[in-house]
């Protein structure tokens, strides 16, 4: 990639190259010149997030706590590396070896950040260098900001009031988050107690327990379809109205993957799995905490109507958890849609231990879409950035790519993760401690996954790199990051998106299964496979319903993850099937 | 390029791979936060015995030495196990549970390949038709289900058919040969294997035992194919569709070939070629599924094994299994590498 050749390389702001080239203005002009349609959708989003406001507040907090957690494991590398040589090699080699790791990863941040650098301080200092040259002064240039910001947040109290004033706004947001939302527990409780009478004390509306829980449920499914569906309907708004080209390839795609009823399967199947983990603090029958995590808690204590002396008497889930157990014949087995001794609803019936399974099934769905969502978003960057590199650098680097993932590749992956699972999870190590080790199992599922993934993007991207799409983009003299971002990059994702959310199918299996085997996700976090665990020897009794419902979860969510790769596979190319069965062989 | 030198570049390329996945399993087993010792004599142990318990085992060596020893162990399969059965020898135990293994393995990928390849060629040269929709469906459903969980059902089953419980009378333990479990290691002395002229020849068959051991692996293994069984159905349907247009059908069509003629002579022998790497993806499945189908199904083979030897730190058992599925994998990979220069000349080794 040289592009020596080229006196005077054109800036990528003169060359449009997605179309818009006709239209001068901005999207924020279309909107000044026609505001009303998405005014409108904006205020009705507004009113729909309004009532669940501190829900949505909550997944923010937990997707910035998920960020700090990644973000505060960098920011430790350096001090831990720096350890370890201190260890072996003295104070002296310890701190100069924190400084290197540190000043290494921020060079990494800097060339990654170095495209959109506004202006180009070379010039700014009067210096005439090559390209190549300002590449590189670019990048020293950064890591010198980032490195001094960084002193400056270190050793100065500016870090501390910095840390505190954030503290401050997510104190601000924890509050906003405790905040009572429509579709909650709390506006619409499904837990109360019999009176003698036979009337329901503190239930929706004085419902039966069952009725007050369907209320709920029903209405988070309702409430999600709407808002999916205003999310959809504010897509079509932009088409119609705001966006500059009348047609663009992707709504090709789109229009091809509406029409694709196999698709429309996956999706909703898909969406349904995500609202579920989402709305699964809403969707339990009964708070996490008090029914699984702390059973025994001051806090687990509730009324019930005791029959035998017809009086309503106190009780702790973990104490009624104990008469409610589906162990088979003769347990205190409750099954679907039936009521335990202590008045308490189970929509799907009770585990082998006495918990309610709905809460066990919403809240394992919690586990497999972070699990799923973390290790993919990893496994994807990584994929990316290494195909990149060995397609752009060739020769050597990517014959060591080559040899390196061969190596993950060519151990089967149900054994590589149950080595790694089990290897990990006995040394007390502290990643494996979020979600009982689910965090780990993502990163291992990273690990694992990545080749694979790096192998399907492989032959596409130099495929790619080969059309004359590409050598028309080179022949004016765009830039190599540039080309590999607008031409080469969408038609490598589209694979990296049907590989992936066939990729998801097997993530869900294969932790279900390394919970089936005892390892991976470990209690109490609920999980998919461990019921299936608990409930194996007691499915031809009448506790079936702990292995089959929680079985038949995985087949459903996994058949919607592949029906959605296939949906996207057939949207995206249509020849694609007949392609994919002669490309088995050659791309092999 | 010719073939040959294809065959040798092949070859000469996977050894830096078997070199670098016994350098990840040193780092990952021996390196990693394993803990053997505490293994054998309990997390309290302390003092003296710990200590040499630590020489024993080697692990008071310089890292260097240890992973000198550690390759040579690894490729010569001559390391002894250190927690499972303790100093036995690992080869001597992989080579006595290595036969369910084979056995299990090789029954689900031959039935698979006979129920899942004839149902896709059926649905391919039908399309659209009622049946290839249910075959196709069925397929995709079959695929997405949890292997455990359908063995955990069919177990539940068969077992809830003793003493003629089941749907019309259906007994599992009197079908065929009586049994007296659903579950278990085949014992495989169906052969009598005698050296005539000093050529070990197979001189008997003992059917009954042979129907006994089928009948304790069939379940497991038409469950372990079953995810390779729905793959040979959508390949076989889409390669039989892709062929039968094709335009040397056209024309075998014009020059008045029967139907069958075509069917047999020109479609079947092309829509072969994409099911070779099938059955090698299957190899793959079927080692990792192993594992999890042995443990379920109580089947005394190298998937349990395996499973045995990481929970209880046991080391080099651990690291010997793994480094033999993966052989496995890569002579696999190698070999079909190989078959497709053969079978389509197109498929290049000139890239």
Same mark, same amino acid.
């Given at each position: 990639m040289s592009d020596t050749q080229h006196e005077k390389p054109m800036n990528d702001e003169e060359i449009r190259t997605d179309g818009g080239t006709d239209t001068g203005e901005s999207f924020r002009q279309r909107v000044m010149d026609n505001p009303k349609p998405g005014a409108i959708w904006l205020t009705v989003l507004v009113l729909l997030i309004a009532p669940e406001l501190g829900r949505f507040v909550d997944w923010m907090l937990a997707l910035g706590g998920g960020i700090k957690f990644i973000f505060d494991g960098f920011v430790a590398a350096p001090a831990w590396i720096g350890s370890n040589f201190e260890d072996s090699l003295g104070f002296v080699a310890g701190a100069f070896a924190t400084d290197i790791t540190a000043l290494l990863m921020l060079f990494v941040l800097a060339a990654l950040l170095r495209g959109y650098l506004p202006f180009h301080p070379d010039t700014r200092l009067g210096l005439d260098l090559s390209r190549s040259r300002r590449v590189w002064f670019e990048r020293g240039f950064l890591t010198t900001v980032f490195a001094a910001v960084t002193a400056v947040l270190v050793f100065t109290p500016l870090g501390a009031l910095l840390r505190n004033e954030v503290g401050f706004y997510v104190g601000v947001l924890d509050s906003i988050g405790d905040m009572q939302t429509l579709i909650s527990r709390e506006t619409i409780p499904n837990h109360g107690y019999q009176t003698p009478a036979g009337d329901w004390e503190g239930t929706f509306l004085g419902l039966s327990p069952r009725y007050a829980w369907l209320t709920r449920f029903l209405l988070v499914w309702v409430y999600a379809a709407v808002f999916i569906g205003w999310l959809w309907q504010g897509y079509n708004v932009f088409r119609e109205h705001y966006r500059a080209m009348d047609w663009t390839p992707r709504d090709d795609v789109i229009d091809r993957l509406r029409s694709h009823s196999w698709g429309v399967f996956g999706i909703v199947v898909v969406l349904g799995f995500i609202v579920l983990a989402l709305f699964a603090p809403a969707i339990a029958t009964y708070p996490i905490q008090e029914? #699984? %995590?702390? /059973? %025994? *808690?001051? &806090?687990s204590e509730f009324k019930y109507f005791n029959e035998e002396s017809g009086e309503v008497e106190m009780a702790h889930h973990g104490d009624a958890n104990l008469d409610s157990r589906s162990q088979g014949e003769g347990s205190g087995t409750v099954s679907i849609n039936e009521y335990d001794e202590y008045g308490r609803y189970a929509p799907l019936g009770t585990t082998p231990s006495g918990e309610d399974m709905m809460t066990h099934i919403a809240y394992g769905a919690q586990t497999s879409l972070t699990i799923a969502f973390v290790s993919i978003t990893i496994a994807v960057f990584l994929a990316m950035l290494l195909s990149l590199a060995s397609a752009f650098y060739g020769g050597i680097v990517d014959l060591m790519t080559i040899i390196g993932t061969d190596t993950i590749i060519s151990i089967p992956i149900f054994v590589l993760v149950l080595m790694m699972s089990v290897v990990f999870s006995q !040394? &007390? #190590?502290?990643? *494996?401690e979020p979600m009982d080790g689910g965090f780990l199992l993502a990163l291992i599922y990273a690990f694992a996954y990545m080749p694979g993934m790096w192998r399907s993007i492989r032959g596409p991207s130099l495929q790619v790199a080969q059309e004359e799409w590409v050598d028309a983009a080179k022949s004016y003299g765009q830039r190599p990051l540039a080309i590999m971002r607008k031409h080469m990059a969408p038609y490598v994702m589209s694979y990296l998106i049907i590989y992936g959310s066939l990729l998801i199918g097997g993530i869900i299996i294969v932790t279900s299964a390394l919970s089936f085997l !005892? %390892? !991976? #996700?470990?209690? /109490?976090? /609920?999980?998919w496979g461990r019921l299936i665990s608990d409930g194996r020897n007691a499915v031809a009794t009448e506790s079936w319903h702990v292995s089959t419902v929680s079985g038949a979860m995985i087949a459903i969510v996994v058949t919607g993850f592949n029906a959605l790769g296939d949906g996207i596979r057939d949207a995206i190319d249509p020849q694609a099937e007949a392609n994919a069965t002669g490309n088995a062989g050659g791309g092999a | 390029m010719s073939r040959w030198r294809y065959v040798l570049k092949r070859l000469a390329l996977s050894i830096p791979v078997v070199f670098s996945v016994i350098t990840f399993l040193f780092l990952v087993l021996r390196l990693g936060p394993l803990d053997p010792v505490a293994a054998r004599l309990g997390q309290q142990a302390q003092g003296a015995d710990v200590q040499r318990l630590r020489e024993n085992l080697g692990l008071d060596e310089p890292l260097w030495v240890q992973f000198q020893d550690y390759i040579v162990e690894t490729l010569t399969f001559s390391g002894e196990s250190w927690v499972v059965r303790n100093g036995a020898e690992v080869r001597e135990m992989m080579f006595e549970v290595a036969g369910p293994t084979i056995w299990l393995g090789a029954w689900a990928i031959v039935l698979p390949l006979f129920i899942g390849l004839p149902l896709g060629f059926y649905a391919g040269l039908n399309p659209n038709t009622p049946s290839d929709i249910i075959a196709n469906v069925s397929g995709i459903i079959w695929r997405s289900m949890p292997n455990f969980w359908l063995a955990v059902l069919a177990l539940a089953f068969l077992r809830s058919t003793n003493g003629g419980d089941g749907p019309f009378g259906f007994n599992w333990y009197t079908t065929g040969p009586q049994t007296q479990s659903a579950v278990g290691t085949p014992t495989l002395n169906f052969a009598t294997i005698d050296d005539i002229f000093g050529i070990p020849m197979l001189t008997g068959m003992d059917w009954s035992a042979f129907f006994v051991d089928l009948k304790l692996i069939l379940p497991a293994a038409i469950i372990l194919g079953s995810s390779s069984m729905a793959a040979e159905l959508r390949l076989g349907r889409t390669a039989v569709l892709e062929n039968v247009n094709s335009n040397y059908v056209e024309t075998a069509k014009a020059k008045g070939l029967k139907g069958r003629t075509i069917v047999w002579k020109h479609v079947f022998r092309n829509a072969l070629i994409p099911i070779i790497p099938i059955v090698t993806n299957e190899a793959f499945i079927l080692i990792g599924g192993s594992v999890i189908m042995e443990q379920i199904f109580n089947i005394n083979g190298l998937g349990r094994m395996y499973f045995r030897a990481i929970q209880t730190a046991d080391v080099p058992l651990a690291g010997a299994i793994v480094f033999l599925f993966t052989v496995i994998i890569i002579s696999l990979n190698i070999l079909q590498d190989i078959l497709y220069t053969i079978v389509d000349p197109r498929v290049g080794y000139d890239q």
């Open positions: 029914n #699984v %995590y702390q /059973p %025994y *808690a001051e &806090d !040394g &007390d #190590v502290w990643i *494996a !005892g %390892y !991976g #996700v470990t209690e /109490p976090t /609920p999980e | -």
